[in-house]
Every structure is written in C-alpha cells, then in structure tokens.
C-alpha cells in the first residue's frame, strides 16, 4: 500500500480543497498520470501519482478540504493493471439489465448504459472543460478520439474535431459526427414487452465526470432548472479556495483603500480601422490574432509611465514605486475570474502580448494557472465589456492603487468637428487609492489612455 498526502505548495499556502478526482477507487493509475486536482486560494493543479496502481481508497470526497499533510488517498501498488477495473466494471455492467416498470428496457436507458464488461472497460472521461464544448456545439463525445492520459477526452480534442469538419455553435453536428454517435437501441416489438431486448454494445462508453464542486455556470444551471419545479429548498455549497480569496481580498481594498473611481470615453475607430487593416499580416506573421487588449496594455503602460502614482502602493506609512510594469489581466477560468500577470509589459511587443494572453486563457480554461502565474501585478486591466457591461465601478487589486474598467464598444452619436456623427464608442473607468493618487492624476491617467488609442501612432512614436 501507498499513502498520497497533501503536498507544500508554498509558504503561505496550508490548505487545499479537493477539486475533483480524475480517477475512481478500483481504476488503475500509471505513474506520473494525474489523480486528483487540488484548488488552493490562488491555482488549481493537478497532483500525479508516484506510483503505478490501484486507487484503493480516498480519504477526502470532492469539494472537501484538507490540510497540507493530510491523508488524500491510498494506493495498492502491488495490484496488477489487468486486475484494475474488474469490480467496477461488473458493477456498472450489471447497470445495462436494468428495466423500466413495464418490463421493458427503454430506448435512452440503451443509449446510455453499456452491454458487457469490455465495453465499460474501453469508457472515455469526459473532462468539464471538454463537456461545455460538447454541449455547446451539440456533438457526441463517441465520434472524437480522446487523447489525454488515462483515455481522457479533453477541451482541445473537441475544439480540434470543431476545426476539422467546420461546426458552428448550437449546430448540427456533421456527418461524420453522426456517423460516430450513439444510435438508440429499437424499440421492442409489442408482442415481445414479456422479455426486454439486449441494449446494443456501445464500442466507446462514455462517462462523464461531475464533481460535487461544480464550476458557477453548471451550479446556475442546476438551480433554475430547480426552480422550475416551483421549489422552495435552499442548497448550501462550500465557497471554492478561489473564491474565499477573493472575496477577502475585495473587503479588504474596501476596508483599506480610499477608492474613488473616474471615467471618460474613447473613440475606438482608430483602433478597429488599424486592426481591420493590418490583422491578416499579423495573424499570419505572429500566428496569433491582433486583439484590443495589446493596444490597451501598451497604452497602460504610456500612461503609468506619466503617472508612476498609480503605478505604485502603499506599505505602512511607505509608499513604494516601482519602475517596472507588471499589469495583470482579468481572465474568466473554469473556477472563476482569475487574474494573471504580464510581466514586464514595457519590453513586450503586441506580439508577445497577444500570445501571452492567448496561453493564460488556455490554462485558465483547464485550471492550470499556478500560483507564480496570478501573484504579483503593479495594476490591473479588467474588461467587463466581452460579458456586455456599459459601465461599471471596479474594484481594486491590493495592494495595487489602480484598475483600469473596460467596457462594451457601442455606436453612439457623438459631436465631431461640428457634425453629429456616429462612432464606436467605450466607456473606461479608472478606480484608484486616493491615499497616494490625487484626481488630477487619475484623470490625466484616462485622458492619456484616450489619446493614444484615439491616435494609436502614439505608441510606436512615443509622444
């Protein structure tokens, strides 16, 4: 036997909730194959096994928490891998026979179950990630060929079938994706009601793994569907480590801060005309597409350079500055809003940036972000915009002194060289630390921010 416990993930984290279990007690673990996520107050990773074997026994479910140390789990490493899987696949075999009241197997109890033991043998995990995807497009997980460890299906598998046969959300799946779907077992014969027929053998089961501490969407989902029932019961779900974090961190900027928020808008014509221009050169050069958010990065770090106040914090009576741009970019994750950092924003190209952001997106997705990843930051750019926010007040980051709020672009009629014209336009916020930033700095700051994007030459001329 071989005892899994709670690895140091750091100093100051001595805590960790269980996430989910990637495998099953009675599975066979290879060595090095990821076993469990465990979600700390900054990042979620994966903890692999050190040993090859069978997962005998776990000691902390999904959703509960431990502390570093603790006992997570036990492993026989003296089992055989042929002999893994034998008493759960007897036991989900035996689910195949089950019946309806009137005696007969139903047609969606037999696209669901498996026949025999081989077939349950051969099921395909299907990771969250990867079964948002799935919903999302409405294809079958049967017609794609799982390639992460241990035969899991994951996000990138669905999105590269995606590119491949060109689906479209909420579309049709294509043919070969229904070539490759489960076909539903006929109904029986009325005259043969007294013997249920035998479900047809599913080649590829698929099981889908749900854990007790669900992602908000599916959570918000589970609970109008409730609703709808007229139901007037209460769920009570443990607050994710995420999630507890940031809650403390935003009454403490609340608590400590002097927080005042100031706002203008900006013309984003300019902007779209140049990326509409110059988006296929760059694509096909850097093999990234050119989004907004480079040009805000940069336009940042313009501004913080004129500004070094909101570039700053607080220590005690100490106000430290620092002659460094780390700007921190807020990202929506599988477990939430997540906030990873750019680091050194003024030696970045667009480039580098878009790129960076792309694979911080990827990781955020999968809950692969460390905790190296979101630490740290001078300010923060958060874009409320891409979920439809007009405007908002945001909140800062302590123990940073500035966010930069931006928001939907929306056509809007405005006054230009005396002529009522309409333009794109974006609301942007700037809430700051009045302790160490004065008003004329933090409107200088968005005024600065306007000018460049509104005459995005600026940036490569440096005026």
């Not at 040009?295 to 002659?323: C, G, H, M, Y």
């Not at 460390?370 to 980051?397: C, E, K, Q, R």
Request: contains cysteine.
């Amino acid at each position: 036997m071989f005892e899994i416990n709670v690895p140091e993930f750091g100093e100051s984290i001595q805590e960790v909730q269980v996430g989910q279990w990637l495998k099953e007690v009675g599975q066979w673990v290879e060595k090095d194959e990821d076993i469990v996520e465990l979600e700390s107050d900054k990042a979620t990773q994966a903890l692999a096994a050190p040993e090859a074997g069978v997962l005998k026994e776990i000691k902390v479910e999904e959703g509960g928490f431990a502390k570093v140390g603790d006992l997570l789990c036990v492993m026989d490493t003296d089992a055989k891998s042929g002999s893994a899987t034998a008493s759960s696949a007897a036991s989900e075999g035996d689910s195949t026979s089950a019946v309806s009241e009137g005696g007969s197997t139903s047609a969606a109890t037999a696209t669901a179950t498996v026949a025999d033991e081989s077939a349950v043998g051969s099921a395909v995990w299907i990771m969250p990630a990867a079964e948002r995807v799935l919903d999302q497009y409405k294809i079958s997980a049967d017609a794609i060929t799982p390639s992460g460890p241990g035969g899991r299906l994951q996000k990138e598998d669905v999105l590269k079938y995606i590119e491949a046969h060109g689906l479209k959300p909420g579309g049709s799946p294509s043919s070969a994706a229904q070539a490759g779907a489960v076909k539903p077992a006929p109904a029986a014969p009325a005259e043969a009601k007294s013997s249920p027929p035998k479900a047809a053998p599913n080649k590829s089961a698929v099981k889908k793994h749900e854990p007790k501490t669900a992602s908000v969407a599916s959570q918000t989902k589970e609970f109008n569907t409730q609703l709808e029932g007229a139901s007037r019961e209460e769920k009570v779900v443990p607050m994710s480590m995420i999630r507890r974090t940031i809650a403390n961190r935003l009454v403490e900027a609340q608590q400590t801060a002097a927080l005042l928020t100031t706002f203008n808008e900006i013309d984003m014509k300019p902007v779209m005309d140049l990326r509409k221009k110059y988006k296929e050169p760059f694509l096909k050069k850097h093999g990234v597409k050119l989004g907004f958010m480079s040009f805000f990065a940069k336009a940042v770090v313009e501004s913080l350079k004129r500004f070094p106040a909101i570039n700053a914090e607080v220590q005690d009576t100490n106000v430290v500055w620092k002659n460094y741009f780390d700007i921190g970019i807020a990202i929506g994750g599988g477990k939430g809003l997540v906030v990873p950092v750019l680091r050194n924003v003024e030696r970045m190209s667009f480039a580098d940036v878009e790129q960076q952001i792309g694979q911080f997106a990827t990781l955020a997705q999968n809950n692969k972000l460390t905790p190296a990843d979101l630490t740290g930051g001078t300010f923060t750019i958060s874009n409320g915009g891409v979920y439809g926010s007009l405007l908002s007040t945001p909140i800062v980051n302590p123990p940073q002194s500035g966010i930069l709020g931006l928001h939907t672009i929306q056509e809007r009629p405005i006054a230009l060289n005396g002529e009522v014209v309409i333009r794109p336009m974006m609301y942007v916020a700037l809430t700051y630390d009045h302790r160490i930033v004065d008003g004329r700095e933090a409107v200088g700051f968005l005024k600065t921010i306007k000018e460049v994007l509104e005459e995005p030459a600026r940036l490569f001329l440096e005026v």
